[in-house]
Nanobody, 129 residues
């Protein structure tokens, strides 16, 4: 059974940092592209970043470029989202999701939630003073 579990969320002050983790079980993470998404109260789920199977290709939504970094350690079956210079507007539940390699690759990438098939339960990130 494919399972993803996010961790690392919490309360942080503006300008602070957090590192989220997405741990996979039941399948080899290296077989899949992984995306990070977020959903703030009253808003639609938004794609944040995705990473290709072996980490060579990464993509970000404009609002997080230069502040967030996605990475993966396939030996640990884990994907990370390093978040720096956090802003109150980054407050949301953050989810990781997996899909076939073509969803995030050298030739194409998607940050649409409908394009990702397996999801974790989410972790809350709150940026507030």
């Amino acid at each position: 059974q494919v399972q993803l579990a996010e961790s690392g969320g919490g309360l942080v002050q503006p300008g602070g940092s957090l590192r989220l983790s997405c741990a996979a079980s039941g399948f080899p993470l290296e077989a899949y592209a992984i995306g990070w998404f977020r959903q703030a109260p009253g808003k639609e789920r938004q794609g944040v970043s995705c990473i290709s199977r072996f980490g060579k290709y990464t993509y970000y939504t404009d609002s997080v470029k230069g502040r967030f970094t996605i990475s993966r350690d396939n030996a640990k079956n884990t994907v990370y989202l390093e978040m720096n210079s956090l802003k109150p507007e980054d407050t949301a539940v953050y989810y990781c999701a997996a899909d076939v390699p073509a969803t995030c690759s050298d030739r194409y990438y998607s940050l649409l939630s409908d394009d990702f098939g397996a999801w974790g339960q989410g972790t809350q990130v709150t940026v507030s003073s």
